[in-house]
C-alpha cells in the first residue's frame, strides 16, 4: 500500500515535461515570467539538454484558475483544491509556443508534439473525466473560471 502510494506521490509531482528547449538559452527566465504573467507559480527544473519538467501551482494570492474537487463543501458549495484548472493549463501551454510552435509537451492528459498537434487535440481533454465512476466530472468543469 505505501508503495503505491509513494509512486503516485512521485507521478503528481512529475506535472508535465517539455521537450525541444535545448535552442533556447533562457528558457528558465521564459518560465518565470509567463508563471507572472498568469499568476502562476512555476515549479521547473532542467532535467537534460532538451528537456524540461514542469508543474504549476496555484497562486493563493489570486482566484483565477481555481481548480475544484469533485466533492462538495458541507454547505452544498463547491470544494477547492490546491490545484490550477483546465484554463490555467490551456493558457500556460498556449503561452509556451509563442516561443517555439515545436516543443513537445507531455502531461497527465495529453502528449502534445507540436503547437498544431495541440490545438487539434486540446478541446477534446475538456472532456476527461476527473471525477469518480459514480460521480463524474469533466476536466473544464472542474473549475471557478466564467
Known amino acids: 500500500m505505501y508503495k503505491i502510494l509513494s ?10 515535461k517539455i521537450y525541444n528547449t535545448k535552442n533556447i538559452p533562457t528558457f528558465n527566465l521564459f518560465l518565470s515570467e509567463l508563471g507572472r504573467r498568469l499568476n502562476i507559480e512555476v515549479d521547473y ?8 519538467r514542469v508543474r504549476l501551482l496555484k497562486n493563493k494570492d489570486y482566484k483565477n484558475y481555481q481548480r475544484i474537487g469533485f466533492y462538495n463543501n458541507k454547505d452544498g458549495s463547491p470544494r477547492k483544491i490546491n ?4 484554463h490555467g493549463y490551456r493558457d500556460f501551454i498556449n503561452e509556451l509556443y509563442t516561443i517555439n510552435e515545436n516543443l ?7 502528449t502534445y508534439l507540436n503547437k498544431e498537434d ?3 487535440k486540446y478541446p477534446d481533454t475538456a472532456y476527461n473525466n476527473i471525477g469518480s465512476i459514480i460521480k463524474p466530472m469533466n476536466y473544464a468543469d472542474a473549475c471557478l473560471c466564467e
Open 104 to 110: 513537445r509537451i507531455v502531461s497527465a492528459q495529453a
Open 45 to 52: 527544473n532542467s532535467i537534460s539538454k532538451n528537456c524540461f
Open 118 to 120: 495541440f490545438l487539434n
Open 83 to 86: 490545484a490550477i484548472c483546465w
Open 7 to 16: 509512486i503516485l506521490i512521485t507521478k503528481n509531482k512529475v506535472g508535465m
